[in-house]
């Protein structure tokens, strides 16, 4: 995608908008205004009936029986900034066969999402600019949705030698993690710390102390001993959190906790911001509605890091998600080819897919006021992600037009065959959700409409490159 | 007596039938005692013999047999047989051993006397004569029943009989110590 | 239930059946010819992708004597080590023609899932740490037949004694002898114990010679040498010292207890003495009982075409 492809259209009807035709990379409605008609627009003062005008990839106004060129239905929806995930595996480069960045970003768009961190577990790591610059070219061409790449905190994810903050800072990696692996090494981290403390990037921890999960394949727990199973404690993940937040009193960095899945990390972030430290923690959907009892039938599906765990956990990550102890819900998108998820339970890989299905799942199993679903699914996450400019922004005249416009009321059962991803590792197959994506809009261009992925979007972002 | 309860269980479980009682306890007792004489009159050595019952409704006749042996000439040697393992029929109907097979001698060359309530499609005493043949190789069985109701499927024919009844392919038939009745679905027998 | 995955899958009247039919089994094994036609013309396949020669050779045994033809395929020798999946091994010989697959996996929940890949019946011979039902089913045949409880083991005393944790033949023998109404007490240090087994009739506790003279059953657990390798137990020959059945502990049971190990032994380990010495042995007799009761499992799942009574 380049920057001058949207001329191709040659309307001049940007300027009946009212405002100056903006370059933003990526918007495509060349002048063409779109209306989202009849929906409750959420803003942080709450939520109002009102019509969203979007022009020029931008929002051009926001009020009463607003017209243009083409009309989004809202009736019964809500508007809000478009989601951003904190925390997707998109897999490419290097496992493909699960997901690709197309397959994985037109999920994203499909679940309301108008932007993803990708997590840098892929082959080769996210740990240099090369991979980095890879992965956004390849997002840029797919055009679903903006991905931002995270860095690693150590070569390779290997926790012996810190990776390359600045450099990786200076082609725009705002997130580091190893994630997939805890950095175990507490000299490492609190290194880590120290360095990054003045580059304007936060550090994330996937909480896990290794020796206590060799071999784990589930919640260490009643469950798990009558299976006989290898158990994954929450001191695992209680334990590292724990060193990482005195690290952070030590250090004054800020940090980010991934996937926190136990009612004792919920307290020790509660501690941690009762105390002032600039720390901040994210869930993942199924953690608020899974238990491990699930796992009974050994079906690999249900197996994720860190694992499914009790009610009492769930409860207390609901209560954390609605206080403000927790600050975004992210999906840890994990996709895994079917056939790894056919081995036996202790083998298959962890991981559940997430995009299509988060926002569901969080008004299903939670149901928070709409404010607190965006705050947790568009502005925190934005604002932790560093791309706070673009995304997670108010709906109002000016603003970037990347928005979802969601269902609260919408109930629809998971089919794992129809969705995009390319793989079918879906905890809430057969499962009835309360609450869908409707409409996905990024910088004004309308990538799903009805819930259905527009093609054509993108095979006019690749045909009408102009400088290609 | 495990006999005693299959008339139980037969009313119970199928309560539409006319039943009707073909043989008296008395006279089951008397079929009974005619039968020992008969074995002892054909087979004068009666220690050498070897009186086996089917489970689970041959095994009390078995044993009243034995008795009636005992008084009349010798006792002989009595044991019981489960022929469910040598079935025709496992797995096209529900198979349940009642009781382990309880074989007081090696067999071969003896003379086994094989006693059942019913003889009918002789199926169950084909694979009693399977079953034998695992005890060793038996010089002569004969074949004791109490009722010979028909309908062989089998080349079988038994020795010995308390009474022939002939019966409609559904009847049901029930033989017990306190006699012998004849069920026959919704209609007088 | 035309499968034998677990002890949960045994309620006490499918127990019983079996039980019974087991007595069958056992007169049939001790004929001089100890063989029987009722399963003439079906197929048991063995498909052991862990190593284990007892259990196999048990299975195997109960199928001839019941005329059934056998099939016998094991990981050391097949394509599982070329990358072939347990899944198209299971496919591959249901095509062939299997009605029962008996499977043993170093993996828990392997034969849970082997049940979706075929129409035959499956039985569990061990998975993980998770359950081995037919050792369990004959560990309280023995049980039953040695003490003269009929089918039941109300109020019977078991220890079960060792490495719980990793130990499927603890899970399914806690949680089946716990159905059958025995008092189970679980002696283990607590790295061996995991949590949450306790429960009606479990007891649990790591003071051995406190449980020995009230126990009826003393079950030995086996503790494999690796785990002491993995730094898992302490430093030398301290786990004996508190765990192991040595002759002191074999003199404070009382005259009628039995002894039982589900085999193979780790002698210098749990088993600290000569196991011949004991006069309350019944290793054997597992042994032997363990044929009859596959037997009598196969006859079930084969004959009538379900376990349950």
């Known amino acids: 995608m380049t920057d001058n492809w949207e001329h191709d259209s040659g309307e001049a009807t940007a300027e009946r908008a009212g405002h100056a035709v903006t370059k933003k990379n990526g918007a495509t409605t060349g002048g063409r205004s779109i209306v989202i008609k009849g929906g409750t627009v959420v803003n942080r003062g709450g939520a109002a009936r ?20 083409e009309i989004l239905d809202a009736a019964g929806c809500h508007v809000s900034s478009g989601f951003v995930d904190l925390h997707a595996h998109l897999r490419e480069p290097g496992r493909e066969e699960a997901e690709t960045i197309t397959t994985g970003t037109r999920a994203a768009a499909l679940g309301g999402y108008t932007a993803v961190v990708a997590m840098p577990n892929t082959e080769p790591a996210q740990d240099c600019p090369e991979v980095v610059a890879f992965v956004k070219a390849r997002a840029a061409e797919a055009g679903w949705c903006d991905v931002h790449p995270a860095g690693c905190i150590t070569v390779g994810r290997l926790g012996k030698v810190l990776a390359a903050f600045e450099t990786l800072a200076s082609v725009g990696v705002r997130i580091f993690t190893d994630d997939g692996n805890g950095v175990q090494d507490p000299l490492i981290m609190r290194r880590a710390l120290e360095y990054s403390r003045h580059l304007g990037i936060t550090l994330a921890q996937h909480c896990e102390v290794a020796r206590l999960t060799e071999g784990a394949v589930m919640h260490e727990g009643q469950c798990c001993s009558a299976m006989g199973v290898p158990g994954w404690p929450a001191i695992a993940e209680e334990l590292m959190l724990h060193r990482d937040i005195e690290l952070v009193r030590l250090t004054g960095a800020p940090m980010h906790f991934l996937h926190l899945s136990t009612a004792g990390s919920v307290d020790l972030v509660r501690r941690a911001k009762a105390d002032g430290l600039p720390v901040t923690a994210e869930v993942a959907p199924h ?55 056919q081995m036996p339970l202790d083998s298959a890989p962890p991981g559940m897919l997430g ?16 404010v607190r679903v965006v705050e947790t699914m568009s502005w925190n996450p934005a604002r932790i992600a560093g791309i706070g400019a673009e995304h997670g922004r108010p709906v109002a005249r000016g603003e970037p037009a990347n928005l979802a416009v969601w269902d609260s009321s919408r109930v629809w059962t998971v089919d794992r065959a129809s969705l995009a991803s390319k793989s079918r590792n879906t905890p809430f197959h057969g499962m009835e959700l309360r609450g869908r994506n409707v409409h996905t809009l990024l910088r004004g261009r309308v990538t799903v409409r009805d ?18 | 007596m495990p006999a005693g309860s299959s008339f139980v269980r037969i009313r119970l479980t199928r309560p539409p039938m006319t039943a009707a009682e073909v043989l008296t306890r008395d006279q089951v007792d008397r079929a009974i005692a005619r039968i020992a004489h008969e074995i002892a009159e054909k087979h004068p050595e009666t220690s050498s013999l070897v009186v086996i019952g089917m489970q689970s409704g041959g095994v009390w006749i078995a044993e009243r047999l034995a008795g009636h042996l005992a008084r009349i000439a010798e006792a002989p040697l009595t044991g019981s047989i489960d022929v469910s393992m040598y079935r025709d029929d496992i797995s096209m109907r529900p198979v349940t051993p009642v009781a382990p097979s309880r074989i007081p001698v090696d067999l071969a060359g003896r003379t086994v006397v094989l006693v059942d309530d019913v003889l009918y499609t002789g199926r169950t005493v084909r694979a009693a004569l399977a079953a034998l043949n695992d005890h060793g190789r038996p010089g002569a069985v004969r074949l004791a029943v109490m009722v010979d109701r028909g309908h062989r ?18 009847d049901e038939v029930s033989v017990g110590p306190e006699g012998v009745i004849v069920a026959r679905p919704g209609a007088d027998v | 239930m035309k499968h034998l995955l677990s002890t949960h899958d045994l309620d006490v009247p499918t127990v019983a059946a079996i039980m019974n039919v087991a007595d069958h089994m056992s007169e049939i094994n001790a004929r001089s010819v100890p063989k029987v036609p009722a399963l003439l013309g079906r197929t048991v396949a063995s498909v052991f992708f862990e190593d284990s020669t007892r259990t ?3 299975f195997e045994t109960a199928a001839k004597r019941l005329s059934a033809d056998t099939m016998s395929f094991s990981a050391s020798t097949s394509s599982v080590n070329k990358g072939e999946s347990i899944r198209d091994t299971i496919e591959t010989l249901s095509a062939i023609g299997v009605d029962a697959f008996v499977v043993r996996h170093a993996s828990s929940g392997v ?12 039985v569990n011979a061990g998975d993980g740490w998770h359950q081995h039902p037919t050792q369990a089913l004959l560990d309280a045949y023995t049980i039953t037949r040695e003490l003269g409880t009929g089918n039941t083991l109300a109020g019977v005393r078991v220890a079960i004694v060792g490495d719980i944790k990793h130990s499927r033949v603890a899970r399914s023998n806690i949680d089946l002898f716990a159905r059958l109404g025995a008092r189970v007490t679980l002696v283990a240090p607590g790295m061996l114990l995991p949590a949450g087994l306790a429960g009606p009739g479990i007891t649990v506790t790591d003071a051995l010679d406190d449980v020995l003279p009230d126990v009826e059953v003393l079950y030995m657990l086996r503790v494999q040498r690796e785990r002491m390798d993995a730094g898992l137990l302490p430093v030398g020959g301290e786990y004996s010292a508190r765990f192991g059945l040595d002759e002191r502990r074999a003199r404070m049971l009382s005259g009628d207890a039995i002894v039982m190990h589900p085999g193979p032994m780790n002698r210098g380990i749990e088993m600290v003495m000569d196991p011949a010495e004991l006069p309350g042995s019944r290793i054997l007799a597992q042994v032997r009982n363990g044929v009859s009761v596959r037997m009598a499992v196969l006859f079930r799942l084969l004959g009538d075409g379900q376990l349950g009574a």
Request: charged share 20%.
């Open chain 1, 50 to 69: 009102a019509d969203v005008l979007v022009v020029d990839g931008l929002v051009s106004a926001v009020g009463e029986d607003l017209t243009g060129d």
């Open chain 2, 153 to 170: 499927e089998l080349p079988i024919r038994p020795d010995f009989v308390g009474k022939n009844i002939p019966t409609h392919l559904d």
């Open chain 1, 287 to 341: 953690h608020l509605a899974l238990t491990d009892e699930l796992l009974r039938g050994f079906d690999p599906v249900f197996k994720v890091n860190p694992p499914l765990r009790t009610a009492a956990d769930i409860a207390a990550l609901r209560a954390g998600l609605l206080d403000g102890t927790i600050d975004a819900v992210a999906t840890d998108h994990a996709p895994h080819a079917h056939h790894t998820k």
């Open chain 3, 111 to 122: 034969p849970v899932s082997v049940t979706e890949w075929t129409d035959a019946s499956v």
């Open chain 3, 56 to 58: 196999r050779v048990s």
């Open chain 1, 355 to 370: 995009l299509e299905t988060a926002l569901g799942v969080v008004l299903t199993a939670v149901s928070p006021d709409p």
């Open chain 1, 451 to 468: 819930g259905i992925a527009q093609e054509s979007g993108d095979a006019r972002s690749i045909g009408s490159g102009g400088g290609r």
